[in-house]
T-cell receptor, first 115, second 112 residues
Framework: NAGVTQTPKFQVLKTGQSMTLQCAQD?????MSWYRQDPGMGLRLIHY???????DQGEVPNGYNVSRSTTEDFPLRLLSAAPSQTSVYFC??????????????FGPGTRLTVL | GQQVMQIPQYQHVQEGEDFTTYCNSS?????IQWYKQRPGGHPVFLIQ?????EVKKQKRLTFQFGEAKKNSSLHITATQTTDVGTYFC????????????FGAGTQVVVTP
């Protein structure tokens, strides 16, 4: 199994550009999520999904869209990039969304710079 | 909203010494997870605690969940250079279905 994969690894955008960060997992996990990591702030939840066709907002959803058309894929779209979105983005998946949660498996991350 | 606070933010440790990092919440937690992130890497799951007062050990690492399920600690004995990294706690409250909140992390630097 490849686990959780993310592309691209690095990306530089200009303010106002849009792009999609890709995330895929081959473990048949129900739960997938996107986090951003900024220095001194830990990981902040952007959006999450408890299964195909179901998504919801996390702590910092503004400026981002998600969709979950398949179990495997959970892309994150930046609608109009802003310098405040410069960050490292991690996608994660987990076998279940039930209580309590199982461990989350993280992808390698995408380092995004917005100029 | 829920705040998961981690202290200290930084920890400089001499190789061979012990240290403890703490995770505190103002609200009751359903569970708490601990992750380790090596420099330049991604978070990797270490352990999950669910029961009040639970204590789990992984070699030199001891994890504890408070009796009131509002705090947790990670204690590392005889620190080694391989322990370098940032340790995060992540928690879910009893009323935040679907959301796991991470603390800001404790960055550990080990001096040989």
């Amino acid at each position: 199994n490849a686990g959780v994969t993310q592309t691209p690894k690095f990306q530089v955008l200009k303010t106002g550009q849009s792009m999609t960060l890709q995330c895929a997992q081959d473990m048949n996990h129900e739960y997938m999520s996107w986090y951003r990591q900024d220095p001194g702030m830990g990981l902040r939840l952007i959006h999450y999904s408890v299964g195909a066709g179901i998504t919801d907002q996390g702590e910092v959803p503004n400026g981002y869209n998600v969709s979950r058309s398949t179990t495997e894929d959970f892309p994150l779209r930046l609608l109009s990039a802003a310098p405040s979105q410069t960050s490292v983005y991690f996608c994660a998946s987990s076998p279940t969304s039930g209580m309590p949660y199982n461990e989350q498996f993280f992808g390698p991350g995408t380092r995004l710079t917005v100029l | 909203g829920q705040q998961v606070m981690q202290i200290p933010q930084y920890q400089h440790v001499q190789e061979g010494e012990d240290f403890t990092t703490y995770c505190n919440s103002s609200t009751t937690l359903s569970n708490i997870q601990w992750y380790k992130q090596r420099p330049g890497g991604h978070p990797v799951f270490l352990i999950q605690l669910v029961k009040s007062g639970e204590v789990k050990k992984q070699k030199r690492l001891t994890f504890q969940f408070g009796e009131a399920k509002k705090n947790s600690s990670l204690h590392i004995t005889a620190t080694q250079t391989t322990d370098v990294g940032t340790y995060f706690c992540a928690a879910k409250t009893t009323d935040s279905w679907g959301k796991l909140q991470f603390g800001a992390g404790t960055q550990v630097v080990v001096t040989p």
